[in-house]
């Protein structure tokens, strides 16, 4: 028992034990893991950022010298470390791996992941079982960014160090381009998968919160429906990656079965999900795999825990292994052991050569690993990577059979294989896309030799005419509002351009006037036929304008200025006279211009601003939640968000023109009607069915029903975050703030493109 004498003068605490200090857990999500996360809004906050807010990463790269810079890891590749040898001499291979799995994570379908912000630094992806060891290879790099500062982010250095690489040994690259900010905390917020323990009952949670039990992501289980044979076998959206914790598939087969074809039907999904059709896949495997070798030399059981559970004198550094050196010959990543070629630093068409040559039969590595060696005894050797005169028996992975068994694939490579020339063209276009696929237009392109321009960068037109001026501007607006369209629509064609914008991957937006183009064209979401009204009456007085003078106007500009106007006519009907900014030089895209599969995956299956859902879509979250995450992908503030939707409402803008969140009497004017509506006491909401996906306003004194909802509009009401936010617009004096907000809420997202307009873009992006 203790002496409670002995503590009783114990200051300045009462008790002798501390059970938690900020962050720990539970909290407010383990006790209520459905609650909207209305924070997701604000990830990586400017707040993190150790250079500041008015730190001008484009101005501070081109002070930098870039040839210096190649030069410097190309050096680098050749110079031998003794705390962690390069294989064969050579750290080539092991920049490219540590590069592609930065890159790899990219996945179209809402534009996540990728080399952007250089994400591989943090959790989750630092301690993914797939990028084992990814930590030495950045830690190596180290002098190089001390060397070069903050002209040169962590993002840029990681996807830089791999091209160089892949030059080094013989591929001709198509170029580099510098942009990519770095994040400056974890992404917490990004949904990777449903596998892990969160939510498990306690007998099945972790034993010990603070190290968790990272090894049950591990696994397949729960992000597929069907198996690899079936006819039904669905991945997840919006999942990329066959596996949690992988990049992109299991190189023994789908659950390590070791079946080739299995593996070719994830490959074939996976990499689809990464924006890259069949021969860009091969390309980017077999171009991969004719450098550096697979690591197998220990059990996993020997290997020690991940950087984020990694002990404080690691210093950040995961994986320990106390086997041998722990390295060089030692070292244990993925548990298969070899090399595909003869000449592992060396670019040539060894890889797929000695696939086809020979017939490979399944072995074991040393760490128990599934994988394929040949059948041949005469087969080509390869050298150890550290032992000198020892030779090694070349190695396959089920993966790579794959592309042998898969008659598509099979035949790629066999085109590959009678002409190098265009296997090594394919290979270094697709290894740039893969580098360069969320760094967005080639406006925000840095650096001096940035490589070509494809159809995956999006590309607009330059300007090629004299720009509108503000007078000019000034009579558009008020000929577009005496246009014979309602200036709603005119509301809605611009709504539907702009907000296909992701910040994810810098895609979408009014810029291109793609929404004028198939697929987006089409959307049932933006209402078809009264989109159609709107173009075609912009494109009368485009044409009548053009006519007129030097100066012309693009569509894309158009579109946006006429939605506008009719912003400051709906708020002008409302009693509040604002003009809503307008900043010209957008230009038109061709469909020539425009991968209609691509952009096929920025159509939405839930808008909130419209109050759409896609019934034809099987949901695991509500809607609300899908809401949240496009108000992120706007890089949207809450207020922002709220403001928004609430004005949207009584600016009639859903899709099919229903009543639902319309809570005013006057649709068509800017006001707060939306949010006094919803958050008034004399009201009471009635879930039409025990579903809650459709309300009934009724008032508590008279019972008649007077509006209509659905989640998506009643979330701004029930979310206590939302609410405050609600209130305050509800007030007597909420409205003009309110309408403010909602004007530089608009002004920021038809803005959010316009990385050819730097300054301009910061002022609207900030200003909010």
């Known amino acids: 028992m203790k002496d409670h004498a002995a503590t009783q003068g114990a200051c300045p605490f009462r008790g002798t034990r501390i059970g938690g200090a900020q962050g720990s857990e539970p ?18 906050p400017p707040q993190a950022n150790a250079l500041g807010r008015d730190f001008d990463y484009a101005a501070a790269n081109a002070k930098i010298d870039h040839k210096a810079l190649w030069e410097d890891v190309r050096a680098f590749l050749h110079t031998p470390v003794d705390w962690w040898p390069s294989d064969y001499g050579h750290y080539g291979p092991q920049m490219n791996r540590m590069s592609w799995h930065s890159a790899g994570t990219y996945r179209i379908a809402d534009g996540r992941g990728g080399a952007g912000e250089g994400m591989q630094r943090f959790a989750p992806i630092n301690s993914w079982w797939d990028n084992g060891n990814t930590d030495k290879s950045r830690r190596l790099l180290a002098p190089i960014k001390a060397k070069y500062g ?4 962590w ?3 990681i996807a830089l160090a791999g091209t160089v690489a892949l030059e080094d040994m013989g591929l001709p690259v198509q170029g580099f381009a510098y942009g990519r900010e ?23 949670q972790p034993a010990d919160p603070q190290l968790g039990h990272p090894e049950q992501m591990v696994n397949r289980g729960l992000r597929w429906e069907g198996g690899p044979k079936d006819d039904h076998y669905d991945l997840e959206n919006p999942l990329a990656a066959s596996h949690q914790s992988l990049i992109y598939v299991d190189p023994e087969g789908p659950g390590g079965n070791g079946d080739p074809m299995d593996a070719a039907r994830d490959i074939r999904e996976t990499f689809a999900r990464m924006a890259m059709n069949d021969e860009e896949t091969l390309a980017l495997v077999a171009g991969g795999h004719a450098f550096g070798k697979s690591h197998g030399a220990v059990p996993a059981s020997e290997i020690g825990g991940a950087p984020e559970i990694a002990k404080m004198s690691e210093q950040g550094l995961g994986w320990s292994n106390p086997v041998g050196s722990g390295n060089a010959e030692h070292t244990m990543t993925n548990g298969i052991e070899g090399s595909w070629t003869p000449n592992p630093t060396q670019w040539d068409n060894d890889y797929l050569t000695n696939l086809f040559k020979f017939e490979w039969e399944q072995t074991k590595s040393p760490a128990g690993a599934l994988q394929w060696t040949p059948t041949d005894p005469d087969a080509p050797k390869t050298p150890d990577a550290h032992l000198p005169g020892v030779m090694n028996p070349l190695m396959m992975m089920t993966t790579d059979i794959a592309f042998k068994v898969d008659p598509a694939y099979r035949k790629i490579a066999e085109r590959f294989l009678e002409d190098f020339d265009y296997f090594t063209e394919t290979f270094s276009k697709a290894w740039h896309k ?15 030799d940035q490589g070509g321009t494809f159809i995956w ?13 503000a007078t000019q501007i000034a009579d558009l607006k008020a000929r577009a509002l005496d246009l014979d369209v309602a200036a709603t629509d005119l509301i809605a064609a611009a709504w539907a351009a702009a907000s296909t914008y992701r910040d994810s991957d810098k895609r979408g937006g009014a810029n291109g006037a793609r929404v004028q183009l198939a697929p987006q064209r089409g959307w049932a979401v933006n209402n078809p036929a009264r989109l159609d009204r709107v173009l075609d009456a912009l494109t009368g007085l485009k044409s009548d304008f053009d006519a007129e003078g030097a100066a012309k106007v693009s569509m894309a500009d158009l579109i946006v200025l006429a939605g506008c106007a009719g912003v400051e006519a709906a708020a002008k009907a409302g009693g509040h006279d604002v003009t809503v900014p307008f900043v010209p030089g957008r230009t038109d895209a061709t469909a020539d211009m425009t991968d209609d599969e691509s952009f096929e995956w920025l159509r939405p299956v839930v808008d909130g601003f419209r109050n759409y859902v896609d019934d034809a ?9 899908i809401a949240l995450d496009k108000a992120a992908l706007l890089s949207l503030s809450a207020p922002e968000w709220t403001a928004l939707t609430g004005g949207l409402r009584v600016l009639d803008q859903n899709w099919d023109g229903s009543d639902k969140g319309v809570f005013t009497d006057r649709p068509g004017t800017l006001s707060a009607d939306f949010f006094r509506e919803l958050v008034s006491t004399d009201l009471d909401w009635r879930p039409e069915t025990d579903a809650e996906t459709a309300f009934d306003l009724v008032d508590r004194a008279t019972g008649q029903t007077r509006w209509h909802a659905t989640r998506l509009d009643l979330v701004f009401g029930a979310n ?3 609410r405050q936010i609600s209130e305050l617009y509800a007030g007597v004096d909420g409205e003009g703030y309110f309408v403010d907000t909602f004007v530089r809420a608009w002004h920021k997202v038809m803005m959010l493109d316009r990385f050819d307009a730097k300054a301009e873009r910061k002022a609207a992006v900030s200003d909010c």
């Open 720 to 722: 206590a975050e939302l």
């Open 155 to 157: 993002a840029d250095l």
């Open 182 to 204: 770095d994040a400056w905390s974890a992404d917490v917020n990004t949904y990777w998968g449903p596998e892990g323990w969160f939510g498990k009952p306690p007998s099945e």
């Open 150 to 153: 903050a002209g040169l982010s």
């Open 434 to 448: 893969l580098m360069h696929r969320d760094l967005g237009p080639t406006s925000r392109w840095l650096g001096p």
């Open 27 to 44: 909290n407010v999500n383990h006790w209520w893991p459905n609650r909207l996360k209305v924070e997701a809004l604000y990830q990586d």
């Open 617 to 625: 879509v099987g949901y695991n979250v509500p809607p609300e939640q």
């Open 457 to 469: 960068q999006d590309p607009v037109p330059e300007v090629d005419h004299p720009l509108i001026d």
